[in-house]
């Protein structure tokens, strides 16, 4: 299915995911809301009952990141006299690196600084953001940042509850773990706030949006295709015995014997012949055009004569077929919605941060491209 997400890749690269919580956040209306400045400082000591904080220990850095930096206490810019270093956005970027790297995504230098040039203007623009719900008295009270973080599921699932652990583990502090949730959930707060509200989504956009990307939500043709394989032989002798072979697997088939069987038995794909040749849901582009047009071409429940490709010559069958088809509006119009609002919301805060730079002083003191390891 030609399901592309371009738009929220870019979305996420530019706001981070704390945005889309922002959004969609499940809790209740009162801690949304920016609460009145302490009086003491955090954090403080638990409340009865409560398990203390872990003990600030460093381990071990973790796992070297996609991106290779140098220098970390850099400062790479200075907001209204506080620093923004290489370290911040080297951490504020390798999520989003790290999902790159899944994906087999291997970025060129001139790619590395364009990204790195778009996440730190996003730095600073939740840097602004949050300087001035600071100024305005903003916080997030120190309990709700302490449950937060203990109701993390990698905590629970992975270290079995021990936060003291996970805090080794990541080679960081419970005092910076402390600081960079308390910062995101200011964040989402404020967002919530000053944006979201001015973000609306009518039903004529979301159609219009379905209409314009119609390819986004068709469904192609496909088969559920099984396939007897055999490769292709230089000497005409082992040629011969080939097609010997072929021609003996497909009287079997005529006669009645189970596809999947006669697969297991006489296929020389290393990949399907234990699985009877199965080789699941295709569409066009999947086999080679020889074998796959004599595939398409065969009704549900039949199976073709000797199919000679370039590489291997196949004997197919048929299971189940899928006729191209369109997902109606119905079914996709709570994620064309989704992605609408969040690509509006994506523009509030821009516009947001454009209205705090305009009375902030912001400095570069090196450019990053000085700072990229090759």
């Avoid at 009162?30 to 000591?45: H, V």
């Avoid at 290489?86 to 590395?112: C, F, H, I, M, W």
Wanted: contains cysteine; proline residues 7%; charged residues 30%.
């Amino acid at each position: 299915m030609k399901r592309l997400r371009k738009e929220k890749s870019r979305i996420l690269e530019v706001i981070g995911l704390c945005v889309l919580c922002a959004i969609y956040s499940s809790a209740p209306a009162e801690q949304s809301q920016p609460s009145p400045p302490p009086k003491e400082e955090r954090p403080s000591t638990p409340r009865p009952g409560e398990a203390a904080p872990p003990a600030e220990e460093t381990a071990p850095p973790p796992e070297e990141p996609l991106l290779q930096l140098r220098s970390l206490d850099t400062v790479v810019a200075m907001v209204n006299g506080e620093a923004i270093t290489l370290g911040d956005l080297q951490r504020y970027s390798n999520p989003l690196l790290d999902l790159y790297r899944k994906r087999g995504v291997r970025p060129t230098a001139r790619e590395k600084e364009e990204f790195l040039k778009r996440q730190l203007e996003s730095l600073i623009d939740r840097k602004l953001i949050l300087m001035e719900g600071k100024e305005r008295g903003a916080r997030i009270e120190e309990w709700r940042v302490r449950e937060t973080i203990l109701a993390l599921r990698e905590v629970k699932d992975a270290f079995e509850g021990n936060l003291g652990k996970f805090l080794a583990a990541k080679g960081i502090t419970y005092r910076q773990l402390y600081n960079e949730f308390e910062e995101e959930m200011l964040l989402s707060a404020l967002i919530r706030e000053k944006a979201v509200p001015k973000v609306r989504v009518s039903p004529a956009e979301i159609q219009e949006y379905y209409q314009r990307n119609i390819g986004k939500y068709t469904e192609e043709a496909a088969i559920h295709c099984f396939a007897i394989t055999f490769m292709k032989r230089d000497n005409p002798e082992a040629a011969a015995a080939v097609l010997a072979k072929a021609r003996e697997a497909l009287e079997k088939i005529r006669q009645g014997a189970n596809f999947p069987d006669v697969a297991k038995t006489y296929s020389e794909d290393p990949v399907h012949a234990d699985k009877g040749g199965d080789w699941a849901w295709i569409t066009p582009e999947t086999l080679e055009k020889k074998a796959s047009d004599a595939a398409f071409a065969l009704k549900e429940g039949q199976h073709s004569g000797i199919v000679e490709g370039d590489a291997a010559d196949w004997i197919l069958w048929v299971k189940e077929k899928r006729e191209e088809s369109v997902l109606p509006l119905s079914a996709v119009w709570k994620e064309i919605e989704l992605e609408l609002r969040a690509e509006k919301l994506e523009a509030e805060i821009r516009r947001w941060g454009q209205r705090l730079r305009l009375k902030a002083a912001i400095t570069y003191p090196v450019p990053l491209s000085a700072l990229l390891s090759s």
